[in-house]
């Protein structure tokens, strides 16, 4: 991922290459090449993501020097990214923070036997029921019709056949390595609190909207707090996207690998533009699309 990014931008090569230097070791490589065993390791998928996300949004505002942006959201990890494009964290800190992260969160997954599931085609409250019976966690609710649940790995499979008896469509299993945004992760929580402790936070330049509130971040020491909290809280997307778009935001961007943001959009709200930036060709189409919008 990122790759053909940096083939064809020396701004963009020169970010991966101060990834390196503040990691020291070949991030963009792993990136570039992978195997992917080694690139899906929490530990460096997390960082990777974070650093192809900014070179994305680094190479829109090239191409597009007058863009302006208001608000800014992040699933998951992605928040940091946010965080960073709002000018609450350098993008050195932000690197390494979420390094730290996701070698925090590996380390919870090697410690206890975890899983995931999506469940399609149930509301929320009775997704509820079945995290309830089960003994499992909402972990991502991200549009209508598509909830992620996490826990202990023999619960999960418990829980995907009880969701289909209340009426799931689906209930697959995902391949990762362990139980996300669960409670099964709290041992990561006070070592990225430390971690988080050492980082030069600032109160954010505009609209960030958190993961755990689905409400915009406050201050500095909120924001530690926030984030913290959200390695073992449900990623509530759907809601904080129905905030932005009852603020009056009909414009949204993609930033980073995949488009998965997109498609939950589409669910959500689907009169609003939406665009994404994962490659070359993904950042061809949004800046002629904004041209074109601009000119119109």
């Known amino acids: 991922m990122g790759k053909d990014l940096a083939q064809t931008s020396t701004a963009a ?29 929490t530990e460096n998928a997390q960082p990777g993501i974070f650093l192809v996300s900014w070179v994305a949004f680094q190479m829109l505002r090239e191409r597009m020097p007058g863009l302006s942006f208001q608000a800014t959201a992040g699933l998951s990890l992605g928040e940091f990214t946010g965080l960073a494009a709002a000018g609450t964290m350098s993008f050195e800190d932000g690197l390494r923070v979420v390094r730290e992260r996701g070698k925090f969160m590996q380390e919870a997954c ?67 390595a362990g139980a996300y945004h669960s409670p099964l992760m709290a041992s990561a929580q006070p070592k990225l609190e430390e971690e988080l402790m050492r980082t030069d936070l600032c109160s954010p330049t505009l609209t960030v909207v958190s993961n755990v509130t689905a409400r915009p971040h406050e201050g500095a020491e909120a924001i530690r707090t926030r984030l913290v909290e959200q390695v073992t809280s449900p990623v509530r997307w759907e809601e904080s996207m129905r905030y932005l778009l009852s603020q009056g935001f009909s414009c949204f961007i993609e930033l980073g690998p995949g488009s998965a943001l997109s498609g939950f959009m589409k669910r959500i709200d689907k009169s609003v533009q939406m665009f994404n930036v994962a490659d070359v060709n993904s950042l061809d189409r949004t800046v002629q699309a904004l041209a074109d919008a601009r000119s119109s």
């Not at 990136?31 to 065993?37: A, M, V």
């Not at 418990?158 to 969701?163: D, N, P």
């Open 110 to 176: 090697e410690a206890t036997r975890g899983g995931m599931a999506a469940v399609i085609g149930l509301d929320e409250a009775r997704t509820r029921e079945v995290c309830a019976q089960a003994g499992v966690a909402l972990a991502n609710l991200n549009c209508p019709g598509q909830i992620v649940i996490s826990g202990a790995a023999d619960k999960i499979a418990q829980a995907c056949e009880l969701a289909k008896t209340k009426g799931a469509k689906r209930a697959l299993p995902l391949t990762v």
């Open 13 to 41: 090569k020169a970010w991966f290459d101060k990834a390196n230097e503040v990691l020291g070791y070949d991030l963009a490589s792993i990136c570039f090449n992978g195997p992917e065993p080694e690139l899906t390791k």
